[in-house]
């Protein structure tokens, strides 16, 4: 019994900033890496970035390098994912999930669990 519920998405113009939040219900951060999807309508869901159980390791899309920062809360029942520089192409409904693979894990397989998704939507 895992739940993953995303928070933060909105409107924001482009340059601009948010913050996602994922609140997990369940076992979810004993020792499984959290990631964070996005998808766009009319594409396939594509992976944004990963951080491991410890939170010693995160890994990202080469989209979102240098923009965007994934995070754990102190709690470890949270996960954040920090959006900086937004750009119109970034729009889309972002989704958290949890990986059983081998860290680090970029194809959506590769999760287990799901949140419902969370829209982004970055003006021009």
């Known amino acids: 019994q895992v739940q993953l519920v995303e928070s933060g998405g909105g409107l924001v113009q482009a340059g601009g900033s948010l913050r996602l939040s994922c609140a997990a219900s369940?076992?979810?951060?004993?020792?499984?890496?959290m990631g964070w999807f996005r998808q766009a309508p009319g594409k396939e869901r594509e992976f944004v970035a990963t951080?491991?159980?410890?939170?010693?390791?995160?890994y990202y899309a080469d989209s979102v390098k240098g923009r965007f920062t994934i995070s754990r809360g102190t709690a470890k029942n949270t996960v954040y994912l920090q959006m900086n520089s937004l750009k119109p192409e970034d729009t889309a409904v972002y989704y958290c999930a949890r990986s059983f693979a081998v860290f680090p894990a970029s194809r959506a397989r590769e999760y287990d669990y799901w949140g419902q998704g969370i829209q982004v939507t970055v003006s021009s």
């Open positions: 369940g076992r979810i951060f004993s020792s499984y890496a």
């Open positions: 951080i491991s159980w410890s939170s010693e390791r995160t």
